[in-house]
Structure formats: C-alpha cells, structure tokens
C-alpha cells in the first residue's frame, strides 16, 4: 500500500517487550562495558607483572582508590581504545535517555532545535576530549562516528520503531535516512560487542605499563640500587612502585621518567 509523505503510518514491525526492557535499561551495553571495566585491569595488571602473587602485590600496593588508574592509563594511551569506548558510551546513555521519551516529538522549528541540541552536544564533548589526550583528528573522527550513532536513535524512536507506542509522532523517515538508522544499530552492535572488548584486551596484553616507568634509588639495606619502577601511588617525596628488577614493591626517590612504558613483549 502506498504511503503518503508527512502522515503517521502503522509500524509494520512494533518493538516486542524484551526490546523495550533493554532500551530502558541500557541493553547489552551497559553488561559489556562493567564487564571491561572489572575483567581488563586485571587482565593487564596480570600480563604486565605477571599472575598471582606479583599481581596481588601490585594491587595490595596500589591501594583502592588507586585501582581504576590501571584503567584510565591504559585509555590515556591508546588512542583507539579511548574513542571507541567514547562512542560506545555516547551511544548507550543516549539509548537510555531516549528510551524514556528524551527524544522531543514534533516537526516544529522549537522540537527540531531541541532534537539538534540533544543529539549533537554529548557527541562535540567526547571529540573535544579525544582530541585533547591523541590530536585534532581522533577527536573529529570520534565527534562524527558518536553524532551519526545518536542520530540514528533519534530515527528509530521519532519513527516508533522502538519504545512505547506513545513515542510516535507523524514523522515518517525517508527511504535512505530508514536503511541509514538499521546500519546504526549493526555498526553499534559491532562496535560494542566486537571492536571494543578486542581492542581492551590487545591494550591488556600488549607489554606495556599502564603508568610511568621510573628510574629511581632504592635502598636495599644499607646500600642504594638504580630500579626501573612501574608508579603505583605517591609517598612523600618518593613513589611507591613496582620493582622490575627484583620483582617487589618497594619505596623509591630521586626518580626520573625513562621515557618509555615498554616492560616486555606483547602477548602476540
């Protein structure tokens, strides 16, 4: 049957309930990415030093507001890692959002500038981020990726294609901005599911510390020593750090950055 432009139609595939669950729950992503955050410090810290007691260690000493350092090195260094999780992270809290009626209905001037505003802002700050910490051209590339993504779900909900029936409005999206929101959902879906936890996990295991490497003195009974020292916290006017050398934690001063973060060879 023929449709005509500007009139609201009846959706022919209606979201089922488990959809609508999972929106306004966040959907597999908000799993995925808790999973990351416990599951890949553990699994660099582990690499980095290596299992069981040195890792242990390495935790023991780091102390508990330490531990998402591991984390947040390990983004701060990796240029992909970081702008993909920006985007995953954009896209998920957007889906939330939108799944409990923050998408602005209406073909007004005032809604479409509502729409404009919410789709684009979160988007601009993850660029300005990216590039901040890797350069001008992961963050534009980021901003872009996380606007089209958002954008999508702006299609998706306007259309009433998911979420409450009371979603929709009288929009009916054209033919290619249509096929343009289902590859949103397979490019997010491959982005969360598949690009991200490979690319956290070749970021785990890639022999590289997820902090400074010192050089710093170290008293080993009544002698100094020069030990190469992965940071871990701050004590004073020295660090406490991972000794690459003897394989403990040990207090060191006088420290001075080696310039590389390079420990040992990466897992492939």
Request: net charge positive; charged share 20%; aromatic share 8%.
């Amino acid at each position: 049957m023929a449709r005509m432009p500007g009139t609201a139609v009846r959706d022919e595939h209606p979201p089922t309930p488990q959809e609508r669950s999972l929106d306004q729950k966040g959907g597999p992503g908000h799993t995925l990415l808790l999973a990351l955050a416990l599951a890949i410090p553990a699994v660099k810290v582990a690499y980095t030093v290596g299992g069981g007691e040195p890792a242990r260690d390495v935790f023991v000493g780091m102390e508990l507001s330490n531990w998402p350092d591991v984390l947040i090195g390990m983004l701060l260094t990796e240029p992909a890692l970081g702008s993909v999780l920006g985007v995953v992270v954009s896209r998920v809290v957007f889906a939330l959002f939108a799944a409990r009626g923050a998408v602005p209905k209406g073909s007004g001037v005032a809604q479409a500038a509502r729409r404009v505003a919410l789709t684009v802002v979160n988007p601009v700050a993850v660029g300005i981020i990216a590039a901040c910490f890797y350069g001008p051209w992961w963050g534009l590339g980021t901003g872009i990726v996380a606007y089209g993504l958002r954008q999508g779900v702006v299609v998706e909900y306007r259309a009433g294609r998911r979420g409450r029936r009371h979603h929709q409005d009288d929009y009916v999206p054209g033919r290619w901005l249509g096929r343009f929101a289902a590859a949103e959902q397979w490019v997010s879906l491959a982005l969360t599911v598949v690009v991200l936890p490979l690319l956290a996990f070749g970021s785990a295991v890639d022999g590289k510390a997820w902090t400074s490497v010192l050089e710093c003195q170290v008293q080993e009974g009544t002698r100094n020593t020069s030990q190469r020292l992965i940071e871990l916290g701050r004590k004073g006017n020295g660090v406490v750090g991972w000794s690459l050398d003897t394989e403990e934690v040990v207090n060191g001063v006088g420290c001075v950055d080696t310039g590389s973060l390079r420990v040992r060879r990466a897992w492939w």
